[in-house]
Structures are given as structure tokens and as C-alpha cells.
């Protein structure tokens, strides 16, 4: 079973940052949080991940709590582009075994 | 970075017949790959691990002989719908991680697979 919890859908106005939740309570010390999303009829895109630092890259941010029970990942710049789902997972590093949640289904609007 | 690929990108067949996807790992070798379906507005579901050079792991309500996994080599994982019914009808994505410590896990750009 997956071990997140998010919102089932979010809107955004294009241009602006995009804020999305995830509830991890049950995460382990070596287990990672990691960001993907699947663009429609797409295969999964990685995003981001990280351990209980915050992180960005050119795609996006990774806030994490101090606790690691929740996160956030944050599109700075939200484009239409950007509509997708976003699958929040959390998982071991170095197994490559993903079990999906039903992610948060992200709507830019123009 | 690292890419995936998937063959056929589309395909449609007759009740009854079979049907092989492959995904290829392009640029590295890897020794497990997964495969995962996705129904419409639904999430991946793992259907099963593949092992180079052994039998593949099938999670719990996936039946190993109707989807036959082969990973014959490092690069390469098929799996082949047998007796394709119209309820096979689904999206399937298949998935490889680098070998011994990679963080990411690659996806295929999957495989719409139209069961008539």
C-alpha cells in the first residue's frame, strides 16, 4: 500500500506557484520522498526527491518538515505545461519498486 | 539522463491473440525492471518485478500465465498478454532503476493496448 496521503485534485492559475501537500507520518529514517508526475496518456516523470533537507532543482522545489511527516513540492512558475498528476512516494534508496498512491490530479488554468 | 523505451506505443488486437510489449533500457543495464498497469483516471498498479535471468515476481491477483514476463537480458523485459481479452484493454508501463545505489527509476512512455 502506498504510505502517502494527498489531495485529490488542485488548481492554479498559470504563473503562479504551485503548492502541493503530502502527508508521509509513517516514513522511515531511510526512506527517501520523491516527486513524479504523469503528463496524460505519459509514462511517470521523476521530479525531485530528498532525504529531510530542502531541495530544488531547475523543475521544482522540495520543502520537507523537520518531523518528515509531511512535505511540499512547489512549481514555482506554474505553466500549463504543468497539468498533470503529481504522485508523492516515499521509498528506500536504491530500491527501485514503486508503489503509487493516487497522487493529486494538478489543473494550471489560464 | 537515463532513458526507457517502450514498443509499441499503440496497439490493437483481436480477443483471443497475443500481444508483446517490450521495454529497453537505453543507455544502462538493469537487472529488475517493473511493470505496471494503469487503468483510466486511476493510478499505476505494480503488476509485477522482472528479473534478468530468472522468473518474475507477481504481486498478489496478477496471473502469471496471462502476462508472461521474459527478461533475457540487461536491457530487455517483454511481457506478453496471452489470450488478450477486451478487459486487458489498459495502459501498461514498464520501469527499470540503474543498478546498486541509482536514485531514480526510469519510465517507459507505456503502452496503450486496445483489446477488440
Known amino acids: 500500500d502506498a504510505k502517502t496521503t494527498q489531495p485529490t485534485s488542485m488548481d492554479c492559475a498559470e504563473g503562479r506557484a504551485a503548492n502541493l501537500p503530502c502527508n508521509h507520518s509513517?516514513?522511515?529514517?531511510?526512506?527517501?520522498v520523491y516527486w513524479y508526475r504523469q503528463i496524460h496518456s505519459q509514462g511517470p516523470q521523476y521530479i525531485i526527491h530528498g532525504l529531510k533537507n530542502n531541495e530544488t532543482n531547475e523543475m521544482a522545489s522540495l520543502i520537507i518538515t523537520e518531523d518528515r511527516k509531511s512535505s511540499t513540492l512547489i512549481l514555482p512558475h506554474a505553466t500549463l505545461r504543468d497539468t498533470a498528476v503529481y504522485y508523492c512516494?516515499?521509498?528506500?534508496?536504491?530500491?527501485?519498486?514503486?508503489?503509487f498512491g493516487k497522487g493529486t490530479r494538478l489543473h494550471i488554468l489560464p | 539522463g537515463a532513458v526507457v523505451s517502450q514498443h509499441p506505443s499503440r496497439v490493437i488486437c483481436k480477443s483471443g491473440t497475443s500481444v508483446k510489449i517490450e521495454c529497453r533500457s537505453l543507455?544502462?543495464?538493469?537487472?529488475?525492471m517493473f511493470w505496471y498497469r494503469q487503468f483510466p483516471k486511476q493510478s499505476l498498479m505494480l503488476m509485477a518485478t522482472?528479473?534478468?535471468?530468472?522468473?518474475?515476481?507477481?504481486e498478489q491477483g496478477v496471473e502469471k500465465d496471462k502476462f508472461l514476463i521474459n527478461h533475457a537480458s540487461l536491457t530487455l523485459s517483454t511481457l506478453t498478454v496471452t489470450s488478450a481479452h477486451p478487459e486487458d484493454s489498459s495502459f501498461y508501463i514498464c520501469s527499470a532503476g540503474r543498478n546498486r545505489g541509482g536514485k531514480e527509476a526510469f519510465f517507459g512512455q507505456g503502452t496503450r493496448l486496445t483489446v477488440v
Open positions: 509513517t516514513i522511515s529514517g531511510n526512506e527517501y
Open positions: 522482472s528479473n534478468e535471468g530468472s522468473k518474475a515476481t507477481y
Open positions: 512516494i516515499v521509498r528506500v534508496d536504491g530500491d527501485d519498486k514503486i508503489i
Open positions: 543507455d544502462f543495464q538493469a537487472t529488475t
